[in-house]
């Protein structure tokens, strides 16, 4: 019987797994296409041979049948990986050290503080963009990157999520130090720091992909197709080249691509950061 549902439970996972990769798999093969042969009828499912003329045409020569496009991918590529960089770096600057001082510093106003913080999770944030809109227009923010990383520095989620872990950490660790005569910063970078290691890069890596996937907000706050994002940019695209699938394919692939490497590159940390085994009382 064990056997049995060891067997079943792995064929479940593989057919899930399937699913889910499916969609990614196939995404690439049309990217790799001829033009006009993913329309065809029947649907191929892998090509009648493989070009990379999509991705030159893309990144390289930015046309289709000699006419030029002027889609601005690489620059759209930069933009979004510096934006989505110096949005995780601050973001983390502001928002670890907040989540540990909501779990482990006592000062007046805490505990009212942290219900308004978790009373805001409820609030849209599509209703709060109009008047923020209003005022980076008044501040001189809109059509800049500053107002496009600002927004996203300070997130509720991320110190919510940093102080849960925060508090795993013994109380007693920290008291130690205390009477050592460590001050509070030295506490934060020499012991807290440390046991948090693996949810502050879980943390940057949703810093990172939230920053990269947006899309709304970037698109009403930049009008200077020079500053687009890569998602702006290559919805500009679509607009206008809905029809070419195999060029929107090897966009989305561009897309993709970097935020896959980043994932893979910190899988280990962050399968550790969820499970919170990182922390031992």
Do not use: C
């Not at 899930?16 to 990614?24: E, V």
């Not at 296409?33 to 070009?51: A, F, I, Q």
């Not at 907000?217 to 206008?240: F, K, M, N, S």
């Not at 969820?274 to 922390?279: P, Q």
């Amino acid at each position: 019987m064990t056997r049995l549902r060891t067997i079943v439970s792995t064929g479940a996972v593989a057919v899930l797994t399937a699913l889910t990769i499916a969609p990614l798999a196939y995404m690439v093969v049309v990217s790799f296409m001829p033009r006009g042969e993913s329309t065809t009828l029947p649907t191929p499912l892998w090509p009648s041979h493989w070009s990379g003329e999509n991705y030159y045409e893309l990144l390289v020569r930015r046309s289709i049948d000699g006419a030029w496009f002027d889609y601005r991918i690489v620059p759209a590529l930069v933009n979004s990986l510096g934006i989505a960089a110096v949005s995780t770096l601050l973001g983390l600057l502001l928002t670890v050290p907040a989540g540990y001082a909501f779990a482990k510093l006592r000062f007046r106003g805490r505990a009212r503080l942290l219900q308004l913080l978790i009373a805001s999770l409820v609030v849209p944030g599509q209703v709060a963009m109009l008047p923020l809109f209003l005022i980076f227009r008044e501040l001189g923010l809109v059509n800049s990157y500053a107002g496009v990383i600002l927004p996203s520095l300070a997130g509720i989620f991320a110190i919510l999520f940093v102080r849960q872990a925060t508090l795993a950490i013994p109380d007693e660790m920290i008291d130690a130090a205390r009477i050592d005569g460590a001050g509070e910063t030295r506490i934060f970078v020499s012991i807290v720091l440390p046991l948090l290691t693996p949810i502050v890069v879980t943390l940057a890596l949703f810093l990172f992909l939230g920053s990269w996937n947006d899309f709304l907000w970037p698109l009403i706050v930049l009008a200077d197709q020079h500053l687009y994002t890569l998602p702006v940019a290559i919805a500009a695209i679509g607009r206008e080249h809905a029809a070419d699938g195999e060029l929107m394919m090897a966009a989305a692939v561009v897309t993709t691509m970097p935020v896959l490497l980043l994932f893979l590159a910190l899988q280990r940390y962050y399968l550790t950061g969820l499970l919170g085994g990182s922390i031992k009382g």
